[in-house]
Nanobody
Framework: QEQLVESGGGLVQAGESLRLSCEAS????????MAWYRQVPGSQRELVAR???????TYGDSVKGRFIISRDSAKSTVYLQMNSLKPEDTGVYYC??????????????WGQGTQVTVSS
């Protein structure tokens, strides 16, 4: 069973920074597109940022210019550097991995979530 282990959440004030980390197994990581999603109570999970296994990056409109996603293959870890945090960035952040080994198969994995709270 593949696992994603997240860390780095916490409570910060508006304008401060946090870095989230998500470690995966080496076998999964090298073939996976990795992403971070955010969820607040009563809402669906929304994409925050994605980085493909070819290093193509995509960001949600609300975080462009403030958040940076990156991946370290040597550590099988994806990071989300969150700068200039706003109260509306508050939520549970989930790490996501998608592996498509063949055209007929698609595997998706989720981390347990880490809480980020930004106070005004």
């Amino acid at each position: 069973q593949e696992q994603l282990v997240e860390s780095g959440g916490g409570l910060v004030q508006a304008g401060e920074s946090l870095r989230l980390s998500c470690e995966a197994s080496r076998r999964m990581f090298r073939n996976a597109d990795m992403a971070w999603y955010r969820q607040v109570p009563g809402s669906q999970r929304e994409l925050v940022a994605r980085i493909t296994n070819g290093d193509t990056k995509t960001y949600g409109d609300s975080v462009k210019g403030r958040f940076i996603i990156s991946r370290d293959s040597a550590k099988s870890t994806v990071y989300l550097q969150m700068n200039s945090l706003k109260p509306e960035d508050t939520g549970v952040y989930y790490c996501n991995a998608v592996v498509v080994p063949t055209v007929e198969a698609r595997y998706e994995y989720w981390g347990q979530g880490t809480q980020v709270t930004v106070s005004s």
